[in-house]
């Protein structure tokens, strides 16, 4: 038995939705679930003894309490699992977009921008936003113990295309999609390596939720549900995806456990 | 029989004012002729001493204007190595009088700077402000489009000038011969090469300062009408003198016409006022601790003296730290220390 915990944000609802149609066909693994919503996930912490959740005094009592409502529990210990999946881990794709909207870049993109990049700072801007999503030393110690693996939020469904707001940021950002695809291809290798650095393993994006503009297709998107009583979000929501998408980062996953899956040091240990 | 001298307050006489002060407490060195509104819209310039009075600006929530940003979620020393977050453009330190108003200039397409573009290793740099690309860009072409987004920038900054603040920093400068260009760094330091059949040593007198401020003001008067300067000389000496000096020599030659240009302009000119950063940094009263041992960079203790009793002068308090991330003046954004590196 392979036991795997889930923590996160509201972005685990498409993992949990996924594991409730799965779990009947793996039952050699065995996942629990510590997730948490914005605001509130920033409320749950990791502990010196590799105890995660919301406990006072950091965490308040709402906090404390709807982790009770959503889990069952406020706290676990990591050192019981074989492996974290942390899913919803914050991503530099929007600020990308915002960075694409915002600016005229040198050889990437020309438009009726307020600021302009040279290349050059450009690529620096990346490599930095890439830097910002290492996770604090707290978890890096963790992963020296625990095998940790993340999944970083989705990119947009193609939906947001339909909401006056957003439609303008993505479009100039997906205007050429060859190049917006091959900047998140560059991104992510260099935050892999990076976490990798770190002995985090990361699962990407399967290729097949993504349109041919680099942004997640809709029928990803559709029918996803919120981490509290099972309830849709939104017709117009964008950045929650649902089952099938679930499905496929646990199938990931679960590939991942069987070829790289190491003896945990304190799995071992206990 | 009565004396001029015999009502005088304290602050007039140097035994009270300076022999006797406690060695950290300058005194009553500054009151500004006009009190800054934190709601007036705020241009800051000149050398790197100016990145300061910008920064201390800022974190008393006063509207410095910014023309050029980037995210705000990148750090404070990135957005500073490329020239952001610095000034009111990103046109990075501004040492004299005489290139502030060939910006000024060069944005009403009056003036286009000789020379605009150096190459140092196939690699090409904004002659006028070769060190907010510090690896260059690709090609000349990119350097216009950028030099062009950037006067775009510098001329809104202007436009929505209300208090004009200009640090004065050298007088020394190179100029090219035939156009009179003159360039924040000597070519062949960053980038480009020194011909001497190009270019030439310039050492502006006061009276050159005090000319180009002048006309500095007349054109922000122009655009603002009710536009108030402030004027202040960097106490930082020079790395490196090419008037053939003693760089110490130089150096009081140097800081003694900026102040007599800043002396001359506040007696003209009624709005504008002058902060003695020098004064307060080169007190004979501090003994030279605002100095670092290398005995030309100003220490962070220097540098929070100056900016707290501006602020405070002005009715100001810091409500955050944004000031750029140095604690060394003569340090990081500072291109006139890779003079350094010549010396034998």
Same mark, same amino acid.
């Given at each position: 038995m392979k036991r795997i915990l889930v923590i996160g944000s509201s972005h685990a609802g498409a993992v949990k939705a996924a594991w409730d149609e799965? /779990?009947?066909?793996? =039952?050699?693994?065995?996942?629990?679930?510590?997730? @948490?919503?914005?605001? &509130?996930?920033?409320?749950? &912490?990791?502990?010196?003894?590799?105890?995660?959740?919301? /406990?006072?005094?950091?965490? *308040?009592? /709402?906090?404390?309490?709807? =982790?009770?409502?959503?889990? *069952?529990? $406020?706290?676990?210990?990591?050192? $019981?699992?074989?492996?974290?999946?942390?899913?919803?881990?914050? !991503?530099?794709?929007?600020?990308?977009?915002?960075?694409?909207?915002?600016?005229?870049?040198?050889?990437?993109? $020309?438009?009726?921008?307020?600021?302009? @990049? !040279?290349?050059?700072?450009?690529?620096?801007? @990346?490599?930095?936003?890439?830097?910002?999503?290492?996770?604090?030393?707290?978890?890096?110690?963790?992963?020296?113990?625990? /095998?940790?693996?993340?999944?970083?939020?989705?990119?947009?469904?193609?939906?947001?295309?339909?909401?006056?707001?957003?439609?303008?940021?993505?479009?100039?950002?997906?205007?050429? !999609?060859?190049?917006?695809?091959?900047? @998140?291809?560059?991104?992510?290798?260099?935050? =892999?390596?990076?976490?990798?650095? &770190?002995?985090?393993?990361?699962? $990407?994006?399967?290729?097949?939720?993504?349109?041919?503009?680099?942004?997640?297709?809709?029928?990803? !998107?559709?029918g996803s549900i919120r981490l509290m009583n099972a309830e849709a979000h939104p017709e117009k929501d964008f950045s929650h995806m649902n089952s099938a998408y679930g499905r496929l980062l646990l199938n990931a996953l679960f590939v991942k456990l069987g070829t790289t899956d190491k003896e945990s040091p304190n799995r071992a240990a206990s | 029989m009565d004396s001029p001298y015999q009502n005088l307050p304290r602050r007039a006489f140097w035994r009270t004012a300076v022999g006797e002060q406690a060695a950290d407490d300058p005194g009553d060195l500054y009151r500004p002729r006009w009190k800054l509104d934190p709601q007036e819209r705020v241009f800051t310039a000149g050398s790197c001493f100016a990145q300061h009075v910008g920064g201390a600006l800022r974190a008393a929530n006063v509207r410095v204007i910014d023309t050029e940003v980037l995210p705000f979620n990148l750090s404070k020393s990135f957005k500073n190595t490329y020239g952001y977050g610095l000034f009111a453009a990103r046109f990075g330190n501004i040492y004299t009088s005489r290139q502030m108003l060939q910006l000024i200039r060069e944005t009403t397409g009056e003036i286009s700077p000789a020379l605009s573009i150096w190459e140092q290793d196939d690699r090409f740099f904004d002659a006028q402000r070769p060190s907010v690309e510090p690896r260059g860009l690709e090609t000349p072409e990119q350097v216009r489009t950028h030099r062009e987004f950037h006067l775009r920038c510098v001329k809104d900054a202007l436009d929505r000038t209300q208090v004009f603040v200009f640090t004065f920093g050298l007088t020394e400068t190179w100029e090219h011969i035939d156009s009179g260009t003159v360039y924040p760094t000597a070519p062949g330091v960053l980038a480009g090469h020194f011909d001497p059949e190009l270019f030439q040593f310039k050492n502006l007198s006061a009276v050159e300062c005090y000319r180009d401020f002048v006309a500095i003001r007349a054109r922000m008067k122009e655009l603002k009408p009710k536009c108030k300067f402030i004027v202040t000389v960097s106490p930082v000496p020079l790395t490196a003198t090419a008037s053939g000096e003693h760089v110490e020599v130089a150096t009081a030659r140097s800081k003694a016409s900026l102040r007599a240009a800043c002396a001359m302009l506040v007696d003209e000119f009624e709005d504008v006022d002058y902060f003695p950063s020098y004064e307060i940094i080169t007190s004979a009263n501090s003994k030279g601790v605002y100095f670092e041992e290398n005995k030309r960079s100003v220490t962070k203790a220097g540098v929070d003296l100056a900016m707290n009793m501006f602020l405070s002068a002005h009715d100001l308090t810091r409500q955050s730290e944004t000031s750029p991330d140095i604690h060394n003046v003569g340090a990081e954004f500072c291109e006139d220390v890779l003079l350094e590196a010549f010396a034998q």
């Amino acid at each position: 038995m392979k036991r795997i915990l889930v923590i996160g944000s509201s972005h685990a609802g498409a993992v949990k939705a996924a594991w409730d149609e799965m /779990k009947q066909e793996n =039952s050699t693994i065995e996942l629990d679930f510590l997730v @948490l919503p914005w605001p &509130h996930l920033s409320e749950f &912490h990791l502990y010196e003894d590799m105890t995660y959740g919301a /406990k006072a005094p950091l965490a *308040g009592q /709402k906090a404390i309490d709807l =982790s009770n409502t959503i889990n *069952g529990r $406020e706290t676990v210990s990591l050192t $019981e699992y074989d492996l974290v999946f942390w899913v919803g881990y914050h !991503s530099p794709v929007d600020a990308l977009v915002r960075l694409m909207h915002n600016y005229a870049i040198d050889d990437v993109i $020309e438009h009726d921008a307020p600021q302009r @990049l !040279s290349f050059i700072l450009f690529r620096e801007i @990346l490599m930095e936003l890439v830097n910002n999503c290492i996770p604090n030393r707290m978890w890096l110690d963790a992963a020296k113990q625990t /095998k940790l693996v993340i999944h970083l939020c989705p990119i947009a469904a193609e939906t947001c295309l339909a909401i006056p707001q957003n439609k303008k940021n993505w479009r100039i950002a997906t205007a050429n !999609s060859r190049i917006f695809k091959r900047i @998140l291809e560059l991104m992510m290798k260099r935050l =892999s390596a990076r976490l990798a650095h &770190h002995n985090i393993d990361v699962v $990407e994006q399967p290729q097949e939720t993504l349109a041919e503009n680099g942004m997640t297709k809709t029928e990803f !998107s559709v029918g996803s549900i919120r981490l509290m009583n099972a309830e849709a979000h939104p017709e117009k929501d964008f950045s929650h995806m649902n089952s099938a998408y679930g499905r496929l980062l646990l199938n990931a996953l679960f590939v991942k456990l069987g070829t790289t899956d190491k003896e945990s040091p304190n799995r071992a240990a206990s | 029989m009565d004396s001029p001298y015999q009502n005088l307050p304290r602050r007039a006489f140097w035994r009270t004012a300076v022999g006797e002060q406690a060695a950290d407490d300058p005194g009553d060195l500054y009151r500004p002729r006009w009190k800054l509104d934190p709601q007036e819209r705020v241009f800051t310039a000149g050398s790197c001493f100016a990145q300061h009075v910008g920064g201390a600006l800022r974190a008393a929530n006063v509207r410095v204007i910014d023309t050029e940003v980037l995210p705000f979620n990148l750090s404070k020393s990135f957005k500073n190595t490329y020239g952001y977050g610095l000034f009111a453009a990103r046109f990075g330190n501004i040492y004299t009088s005489r290139q502030m108003l060939q910006l000024i200039r060069e944005t009403t397409g009056e003036i286009s700077p000789a020379l605009s573009i150096w190459e140092q290793d196939d690699r090409f740099f904004d002659a006028q402000r070769p060190s907010v690309e510090p690896r260059g860009l690709e090609t000349p072409e990119q350097v216009r489009t950028h030099r062009e987004f950037h006067l775009r920038c510098v001329k809104d900054a202007l436009d929505r000038t209300q208090v004009f603040v200009f640090t004065f920093g050298l007088t020394e400068t190179w100029e090219h011969i035939d156009s009179g260009t003159v360039y924040p760094t000597a070519p062949g330091v960053l980038a480009g090469h020194f011909d001497p059949e190009l270019f030439q040593f310039k050492n502006l007198s006061a009276v050159e300062c005090y000319r180009d401020f002048v006309a500095i003001r007349a054109r922000m008067k122009e655009l603002k009408p009710k536009c108030k300067f402030i004027v202040t000389v960097s106490p930082v000496p020079l790395t490196a003198t090419a008037s053939g000096e003693h760089v110490e020599v130089a150096t009081a030659r140097s800081k003694a016409s900026l102040r007599a240009a800043c002396a001359m302009l506040v007696d003209e000119f009624e709005d504008v006022d002058y902060f003695p950063s020098y004064e307060i940094i080169t007190s004979a009263n501090s003994k030279g601790v605002y100095f670092e041992e290398n005995k030309r960079s100003v220490t962070k203790a220097g540098v929070d003296l100056a900016m707290n009793m501006f602020l405070s002068a002005h009715d100001l308090t810091r409500q955050s730290e944004t000031s750029p991330d140095i604690h060394n003046v003569g340090a990081e954004f500072c291109e006139d220390v890779l003079l350094e590196a010549f010396a034998q």
